[in-house]
């Protein structure tokens, strides 16, 4: 057996109970936890050669989970199309680098909506082979895409029940833990964001592919109907689950709602993404998010000044993030699972910054302890790994995160992460310094 390691701190959110445990431990060995609780009730079951971490007046919370992660990334405002033309060496590489990244910042889990071909697999093979770290990592391998469809460019394109079929036993072979689809279109500048993509027939190959291997599957849904077809295919998760409609028009639907609940599918509305964008354009950063957004332009009557350009830009990304919330808001009412998933590094919104999604939440309606749920045991459960992490449990892995601030008193707070242990291991997260380096902030207007 390794050695036993104990972790303490003021406060223990062990995401079982609603209330924090005052003087909380965590007590682990072999990387998985073996008691948990008030010190004083545990401290018995301590072997006296155990190595303590007493973090005093600090706080103890499960390592986080991001249901949706672009680990190619760059966050820097460049199209996905343009990440698709980056050579998959390049994409491997920066993937690493983005893993540390999410990893010091507190997640532990992540499931990766959208690598190019086999990147994720390779990183995976890397850290399998001890040449980097990486959070526990769910992974697609590819999104399946239709010709021309949403990030088709990162190399998943089919037609037909077939290949559909073809690429979902391919992407088994791979390595693939779940299956995500682009059921609409989206930014891909060849892709129809309004219109359903592929058809009933083409997601019911890729759904009941995966109920015979228990794989879950997620859909990026723009459009209303969209979401329909993944709904009626038997699809687990929504991503975005925007409600536009085929004339351009972004409409609540009540009655989509009602279903969503009823299927009991999981809604990840991807918030932020929209808010960095919107700080980006506040920073006066000419970031274009291709195609799609110059189509909707070109149907905008503005002069051909660039300010006037930005200026529409920014009001479009204004009222489309107020919209997003607006449904998110009318989603949670009706009592529609939402989790926190990032959609981090899409387009301005850069990995390490998991909490902006959280905080969006909060803002359209969440409590703070229901948004703390959402970026761990929620977010768990929509994986289907609530046995393993999500919260701080006997039997799940030792990951933690410690905070500095009270989650509970501002959800802003999860940005506080002094130290993070994954998997009972200690992580060397570098300087403050370089850690803040990556946190991205409200622009001071
Ligand atoms: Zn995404």
């Keep these: 057996m390794s050695e036993q390691k104990v ?16 003087d909380g431990a965590v007590i682990f060995q072999s990387g998985v936890i073996t008691f948990s609780g008030n010190y004083e009730k545990i401290k018995n079951k301590i072997q006296p050669d155990a190595k303590i971490y007493d973090f005093k007046d600090k706080i103890i919370i499960p390592g986080m989970v991001d249901c949706h992660t672009h680990h190619n990334g760059f966050g820097d405002g460049r199209s996905g199309d343009d990440v698709g033309l980056i050579p998959d060496d390049v994409l491997a590489i920066k993937s690493a680098k983005n893993a540390k990244t999410s990893l010091y910042s507190g997640v532990t889990t992540i499931r990766e909506n959208g690598p190019k071909n086999m990147t994720m697999m390779r990183l995976r093979d890397a850290v399998n082979g001890g040449l980097t770290i990486a959070p526990r990592m769910v992974l697609c391998g590819r999104p ?41 279109g989206g930014s891909t500048a060849t892709s129809f964001p309004l219109r359903p993509s592929f058809s009933k027939s083409e997601l019911f190959a890729v759904t009941n592919e995966a109920k015979n291997y228990d794989m879950l599957t997620a859909t990026h849904c723009l459009s209303t109907e969209g979401t329909d077809y993944s709904l009626d295919a038997g699809v687990d998760m929504i991503i975005h689950c925007n409600f536009d409609l085929p004339n351009g028009e972004s409409k609540f639907d009540p009655k989509l709602t009602e279903k969503i609940v009823k299927k009991d599918a999981y809604v990840n509305p ?22 799609f957004e110059n189509k909707r332009l ?23 993030l107020e919209t997003k919330l607006d449904h998110c808001r009318q989603m949670i009412d009706m009592g529609v699972k939402v989790i926190t998933g990032s959609d ?5 919104y850069a990995l390490g910054n998991t909490v902006h999604e959280t ?4 803002e359209a309606g969440y409590s703070n302890m229901e948004g ?9 459960k929509a994986l289907g790994l609530e046995n393993q992490v999500g919260s701080i449990e006997v039997g799940k892995s030792a990951d933690l995160a410690i905070l500095d601030k009270n989650p509970i008193e501002d959800i802003k707070n999860l940005n506080s992460v002094t130290e993070v242990f994954f998997m009972g291991q200690s992580i060397r997260r570098g300087s403050e310094d370089s850690n803040n380096s990556y946190i991205q902030k409200s622009p001071q207007i």
Excluded: C
């Design 270 to 291: 991807t918030l932020h993404v929209g808010r960095a964008r919107v700080w980006s354009l506040m920073e006066g950063k000419d970031a274009a998010l291709g195609g």
């Design 372 to 380: 703390l749920k959402s970026v761990t045991i929620n977010a768990a």
């Design 298 to 320: 070109n149907s905008i009557s503005i002069t051909k000044d660039r300010k006037n350009i930005l200026d529409a830009r920014l009001d479009m990304a204004k009222y489309g």
């Design 359 to 362: 905080e969006l939440l909060v």
């Design 344 to 348: 981090s590094s899409w387009g301005d």
């Design 7 to 22: 972790v303490k701190a003021k406060w223990l959110f062990d995401m079982v109970s609603d209330k924090p445990i005052e």
């Design 144 to 184: 399946i895409s239709i010709i021309g469809g949403h990030m088709g460019y990162f190399g998943g394109e089919v037609t037909g029940e077939d290949e559909s079929l073809a690429l979902a036993r391919q992407l088994i072979k791979e390595g693939a833990d779940y299956f995500k689809i682009t059921a609409t």
